[in-house]
Structure formats: structure tokens, C-alpha cells
């Protein structure tokens, strides 16, 4: 008769938490050879053999089913759904660099700010989201407007510090509406005239023409960066600091 160990032994031999084990024989991936007359699971070499593929299969990311399918025979084509494995752990590998990437930027825009929660949601799906929100936008304008929208021709390093500066913008609006600073307040209009030069020093009058005719709220996986009530307050006061703009240009004339 073969040796057989109690679960509390077998589970020290393999390195394999006993609540694990349990879990593996209710599951029925991994049944005890047999049980003592007070029913206490025992465990042989054959469930050693059989534990090492459970193992080895999970350390390939097989699924707690896909296990069981393959211990209970089903072993077909195994070598191609290795494959296949690997081809997933390969997809799962991008994303997750991707995501590094994406905390990474977020890390060095917002390092100086103590943004709202939701402003920082925004900002790491505008991130996310940006190579399709880039082919969307080359169907809607020319390619030229595309590239300065999306800081193309401009150094990472360039890019970082002028998304920081956007982002300072939009905290220092954000608590201004905080203060119940209304959108006419000299200082919320200042804030708001500093981030319409920082668009216009790249955006030229003639391509802002075009941009206008773009329905936002049609671009793929679009996300508004800001809360509504911001977003609201923000477009308020712009349109108070364009009426003003345009009436002093008008006196000035």
C-alpha cells in the first residue's frame, strides 16, 4: 500500500494551503485518495503527480475549469491552447505596460496638484482612450490640426510641462467654484483667459473654426474630463470673458 499523508502534511510537502487543498476537492479538481474511519482526507504520490499538473497549469494562467477539463481528460490540441495561452499572457502583458505608462504620465502632470477625484478619472481615460480619440479626430479635420491638438510635433518633455500647466489651470477654476467665486470674478476670468492662451498658442484662429464644428459628444469612448458643474461653471465664464473680449475690441475700433 502506497503512503499516504494526512491533509495537514501533504499540504506542507507541496507548499499548498490546506484551505486550498479543501477548496481543490469540493471543486473536485483534486479528490484525496481516500479517507480515514473519521473522515479525514488522505492524500498518496498519485495526488503529488496529480497536484503538480494543477500547478503547472495555473502557473500557465489556466482557469480553475480549464483545469478540470484537462484532469478529467479532455487533453486535446493541448500544445495549441498552450499557445493560446501564451498569446493572452502576451495581450495581458501590453495592457498592463500600458497602464504603467498611463499612471506614469498622469504621475508627472498632476505632481505639484491635489486634483478632485473625478478630474483625475478624466484625465487617465483621456489618456487611455487617446490613439482612438487621435484616428477619430483624422476622420473630422486635417492632419496639421490633428497634430497640434495632440502635441505631436512637441517633446515629451514640452508635452508634460504644458499638460501640467492645463491641469494647474483647471484646479485653480475648480476652487475657485469651491469658494463660490462667481464666473465674472476678476480672478476666475484671469484663470480662465490663462487657459485660452495656452490653447491659442497652439491652436491658430483659422483651425479654431474647424475644431467648432466637431460634435465632442460623438467621439469614441469620449469621457469629460471634468465634473458637469465645473464643466459648466468653466464654459460660463468663457463665454463672459469672449463677450468682454469682443466688446473692448469693438470700443478699441
Known amino acids: ?30 479528490v484525496p485518495s481516500a479517507r480515514n474511519e473519521q473522515g479525514h482526507r488522505l492524500y498518496t504520490k498519485d495526488n503529488l503527480h496529480q497536484l503538480q499538473k494543477i500547478v503547472t497549469l495555473k502557473y500557465v494562467n489556466y482557469s480553475l475549469d480549464e483545469i478540470s477539463e484537462f484532469l478529467h481528460g479532455d487533453t486535446r490540441d493541448f500544445r495549441e491552447t498552450l ?9 495581458k502583458r501590453d495592457e498592463i505596460e500600458m497602464i504603467i505608462g498611463t499612471i506614469d504620465r498622469v504621475e508627472k502632470i498632476v505632481e505639484d496638484e491635489e486634483l478632485d477625484s ?18 477619430w479626430f483624422a476622420t473630422q479635420v486635417s492632419p496639421s490640426i490633428v497634430k497640434k491638438v495632440f502635441l505631436e510635433d512637441v517633446s515629451t518633455e ?18 475657485c467654484y469651491e469658494q463660490g467665486l462667481p464666473p465674472t470674478d476678476p480672478k476666475v476670468q484671469t484663470k ?9 498658442s497652439l491652436i491658430a484662429p ?21 465634473p458637469s458643474h465645473i464643466e459648466d461653471y468653466l464654459q460660463e465664464a468663457s463665454k463672459l470673458l469672449t463677450n468682454t473680449l469682443k466688446k473692448d475690441g469693438k470700443d478699441n475700433g
Open 158 to 175: 514640452d508635452r508634460i510641462i504644458f499638460e501640467k500647466r492645463i491641469m494647474s489651470f483647471i484646479q485653480d477654476i475648480t476652487i
Open 206 to 226: 483659422e483651425d479654431m473654426v474647424e475644431l467648432e464644428k466637431i460634435d465632442l459628444d460623438s467621439t469614441p469612448m469620449f469621457y469629460p474630463l471634468l
Open 118 to 135: 473625478e478630474v483625475l478619472l478624466g484625465l487617465i481615460h483621456s489618456i487611455q482612450y487617446e490613439k482612438a480619440q487621435k484616428e
Open 192 to 200: 480662465i483667459k490663462g487657459l485660452q492662451d495656452m490653447f491659442e
Open 1 to 30: 500500500m502506497s503512503e499516504r499523508y494526512t491533509v495537514g502534511t501533504f499540504a506542507k510537502m507541496t507548499g499548498v494551503t490546506e484551505r486550498t487543498l479543501r477548496f481543490y476537492d469540493r471543486k473536485g479538481i483534486l
Open 83 to 91: 499557445m493560446m495561452q501564451k498569446q493572452m499572457l502576451e495581450q
